[in-house]
Each structure stands twice: as C-alpha cells, then as structure tokens.
C-alpha cells in the first residue's frame, strides 16, 4: 500500500464518522464532514495524478 492509499482510506473513515448522524454530533451541521469531504477531494485528485 502506498502513502496516497493509506491516506484515502483514513479520510474516508474519518469522513464517515463525521457525519451528523448521531445525538451527540447532530449540532455540528455538516461543516466537519464537508470539509474532510473537501479534503478528501484533494488527495484523490493528488493521488490519481501520482503527485502524493
């Protein structure tokens, strides 16, 4: 496994634990999840041009 792939799959756990989903996270809106979808975004754009 590569750097790059280790790292998309960590992003997406990340983002799917942040979703808004449970009771205690129902206030933070989706700002924590649009922003590691954000990053997400830019480490797949990264990884699919072999710069990371």
């Keep these: 496994m590569t750097l790059g792939t ?3 799959i960590l992003l997406i756990l990340l ?3 942040a979703v808004p ?3 205690h ?3 933070w ?3 924590p999840s649009g922003i590691l ?3 997400l975004v830019i480490v797949l ?3 699919l041009m072999r710069a990371l």
């Design 25 to 27: 996270s129902r206030s």
């Design 21 to 23: 989903a449970w009771p």
């Design 45 to 47: 754009i990264l990884v």
């Design 6 to 8: 280790i790292l998309v």
């Design 15 to 17: 983002l799917i634990g």
């Design 29 to 31: 809106g989706v700002y």
């Design 37 to 39: 979808g954000v990053v």
